[in-house]
């Protein structure tokens, strides 16, 4: 039988918030809801000496998040080389209107991850995170397409993530202004801001008689088609 | 008179695309357009020879990228310190829905700045950040609301980074497929997605008779409200 991991990232020094507390969060189950949300990650590594944030897809999978690329990409072979990474995920939620300029926030939910990522070297288990990207990005899709052949398998790295040191940041509700703010003549609130799904285009070179599938219409984002 | 800076990046070793050099641009006007229509970036700086990746608001001015936050957040202290650092600003416009699960993608307009910021230390000069940043996410606002005072001035760390080391990647269009893929029975295409403002909601402490401001509805991004 697996160890069960705890239900709570433990705090370490790096992903302690000490400024402002209130805001962060080590559960796992949120955690994951955010990551599960988003659809990009980026992703910060140092080559060089210097620092390089890359935004790509991703998949979770239990405690993992995997990663995928071209085995030609710069940063999935530096990511490949047990470098340490940070992997950071952010959905803005609104912009928080105050009475003040000082006191202008945005409402936001954002992960940070640290770690070292490794190669995903069977064959087998390669498919099988390939298509929990594939599902992360939009469910459904996977049992539609043609799976990726030996060649293009050899193509593509994967690498995995254990996810052992995380923390969620999440900023939500009104603007916070100085009591004597409140009597100013000025709107306050919020403007919730929201990634959604337009109406699809088709291929061009679609063949003739094949409609949108459903699952794109229950997509996790809204829709607006 | 000041010297007229060039119309393009020049690419370096670091911002040169080896891989996908069609998806490189290194006109200013192109980069500055995806930095304006975009609220938030994700910096990247060493702290202790890790990487770390913070999610920020921002404002351009001219050939200059401003940060700011509080003189107590251990990112801003990092950044001020002449550290090298990377900012990326990425806009998700689709997702790329391919007859094979390899040739799947996103579209998406992203921009990489390689950089060393240095603190604004003027009030003048800060306050003038200060309110591109503002102008940046919400047009408008910044002359409805009270400006900083002299302590919040003081509270606030305000961070210019020259734009001198920078290259945008833009993906859009259809997949491509392999050739004989077009044959298969599976739709293709393109899923826009595109950040859209809500209806606002109002702090429920606003003072009544006040009503919601016209620049809200005129911002940046489309409407939904």
Redesign the interface.
């Known amino acids: 039988m697996q160890a069960k991991t705890s239900e709570r990232f433990t705090p370490t020094k ?1 992903t302690r918030l ?2 402002l507390p209130k805001r962060a969060f080590y559960e796992r189950r949120v955690i994951y809801q955010i990551l599960d949300e988003a ?2 990650c ?6 060089s ?7 790509t ?1 991703y998949g979770r999978s239990g405690d993992v998040l995997y990663l995928h690329g ?1 085995v ?3 940063m999935l072979r530096a990511l490949a080389n047990r470098t ?5 995920v ?1 959905l ?1 939620d609104g ?1 928080v ?6 006191h ?1 926030s ?1 409402n ?1 939910r ?1 992960v ?1 991850i ?1 770690g070292v990522a490794a190669v995903v070297k069977s064959p087998r288990q390669k498919l099988s995170a ?1 298509r929990t990207i ?1 599902e992360h ?2 469910p459904g ?2 049992a ?6 030996k060649i ?1 398998l050899q193509q ?1 790295l994967v690498l995995r993530l254990p996810l052992r040191e995380a923390s969620a940041k999440i900023r939500r509700g ?2 916070v202004d100085e009591e004597a ?27 003739l008689g ?4 459903s699952y ?1 219409r229950s ?1 996790k ?1 809204q829709s ?1 088609a």
């Open positions: 790096r000490k400024r659809f990009i980026h992703v910060g590594f140092i080559d000496d210097h620092p390089v944030v890359i935004p897809a071209s030609a990409s710069r340490p990474i940070c992997v950071t952010t803005l912009l209107l105050a009475r003040s300029a000082f202008h945005m936001y954002s940070v640290f390939l594939s990005i939009l899709r996977w539609d397409v043609r799976r990726p052949n293009e593509t009104p603007p703010d409140y009597s100013l003549p000025v709107w306050a609130g919020e403007v919730p801001l929201s990634l959604v799904a337009l109406k699809p285009f088709s291929d061009p070179r679609l063949r094949i409609s949108v599938p794109i997509a984002v607006f």
